[in-house]
């Protein structure tokens, strides 16, 4: 799961490099096969991503992590429901710190 929350991040990263780092139209106006993003776009498109990985990392991971704790504990299939509890927090608390850290 972190390798693929791992990737998830590292490719929004580098589109967001490669978006922050676009050259501008000054280099030839006239050649259409380059992509150029200039002023407001450049800007609005930088921002996009941003937001997109902040809910990504933020709000949609949670329930994800969540959820594979849920599933894990489950197919380990404790007696009591306090070992259940205390294994499950223990998952979610190992989840959340490998993906802050």
Known sequence: MTV???FVTGSLVHLYM???FIQSCDADPYDKTQICLTGFTRWLTIL?????LGLIVDIIQW???KWFANYFT???NY???EAYEK???IKVFGFEWLTRA
């Open 4 to 6: 693929i929350m791992l």
């Open 18 to 20: 490669k978006l922050k």
């Open 48 to 52: 996009c991503q941003g937001i997109l």
């Open 63 to 65: 329930p994800i992590l």
């Open 74 to 76: 489950t197919l380990e």
């Open 79 to 81: 007696k009591s429901e």
């Open 87 to 89: 294994h499950y927090t």
